[in-house]
């Protein structure tokens, strides 16, 4: 496991993941009824951007150094709120120093009611994450493989929530486990809202993992593609996607507001682009 998030935290791909995982989380709280959010792939949650790590990238002057104090559309400003709030609660002198990773932004957006479940398998950063959360009676923090959290951990007891997997890509046929994995766990948990981060870097492997997904049975899909230049021969991030599996019925309309702002402001060249695909449940369409 060589993967460390710091070198990349508040990019293109973490500003698009973390849009959609508030969204998703201000759904869910629409109800009363608790839920719990579930992170296969925590990391250590919070990100300092002035490390030595963050400063050899500079990824994040890319992602959220544009968008935080960027001029928006009214609509957009609406929907990205909860996001942008919870990074500023985390610099309330100004600036930009911290960025929260997904179960930070997760925890500020919780209710009294809700819970969270974090599982991170790197020995030093689940016990950094432990101590992040330290006394929070709201977050469970798991040393633990979160493929295995897909499946001893669901269905929660809430019988509500979100499961979120952002694995690190290190390892070959990833595609393929997440497609196995997700099946595997919506068998158990059929009613869950699941969200799948992924890189487009591999075009072919993504093609297929789409293609399997299709064909997974499960009823509802949703692709989000996020793309901020054109594709390159060069094994590079040109984009990322996220695909949700029982998505709100509110997402597709407000991913149709957000994301074209998002390119405006975060594109590279001339061929950025966005999409919405339908897999399974809808007709299919893009734009």
């Known amino acids: ?8 935290a508040g990019n293109f791909a ?9 969204r ?26 002035a490390s030595a790590e963050a400063q050899k990238t500079g990824e994040w002057r890319g992602g959220i ?4 104090d960027a001029a928006l559309s009214p609509e957009a400003a609406a929907l990205l709120a909860p996001y942008l709030e919870t990074v500023r609660a985390l610099n309330p002198d100004g600036g930009l120093s911290r960025y929260p990773g997904s179960p930070l932004i997760a925890r500020h957006l919780l209710r009294r009611q809700d819970r969270l479940s974090a599982a991170e398998l ?15 009676f709201q977050v469970r923090v798991m040393h633990l493989d979160g ?18 997997v952002d694995p690190p890509f290190e390892a070959e046929g990833e595609f393929g486990r997440i497609a196995e994995g997700l099946t595997r766990a919506h068998r158990r948990w059929p009613g869950g809202i699941y969200a799948l981060w992924y890189p487009i ?15 997974s049975g499960m009823a509802k899909i949703l692709d989000i593609r996020f793309e901020i230049r054109a594709p390159s021969s060069e094994p590079r991030l040109d984009g990322s996607g996220m695909v949700v599996v029982n ?39 893009s734009a």
């Open 1 to 8: 496991m060589n993967y460390r998030h710091v070198y990349h």
């Open 14 to 22: 973490d500003v698009v993941k973390h849009a959609v995982l508030a």
């Open 24 to 49: 998703l989380v201000e759904y869910l709280k629409q109800k009363d009824k608790a839920f719990r959010v579930v992170d296969t792939h925590a990391g250590i949650g919070l990100y300092d951007l």
């Open 65 to 68: 150094g544009v968008l935080l």
């Open 122 to 136: 790197h020995p030093e950063d689940a016990e950094r994450l432990k101590i992040l959360f330290e006394g929070d």
């Open 147 to 164: 493929w295995l959290a897909l499946g001893g951990h669901l269905p929660p007891k809430e019988k509500r929530g979100l499961v979120l």
């Open 201 to 215: 870097k591999d075009r072919a492997a993504v093609a297929a993992f789409r293609d399997d997904l299709s064909a």
């Open 247 to 285: 998505p709100p019925f509110t997402l597709e309309r407000e991913l149709r507001i957000l994301l074209p702002e998002l390119k405006r402001l975060l594109a590279l060249d001339g061929k950025a682009d966005w999409s919405l695909q339908w897999l399974a449940g809808e007709k299919a369409h």
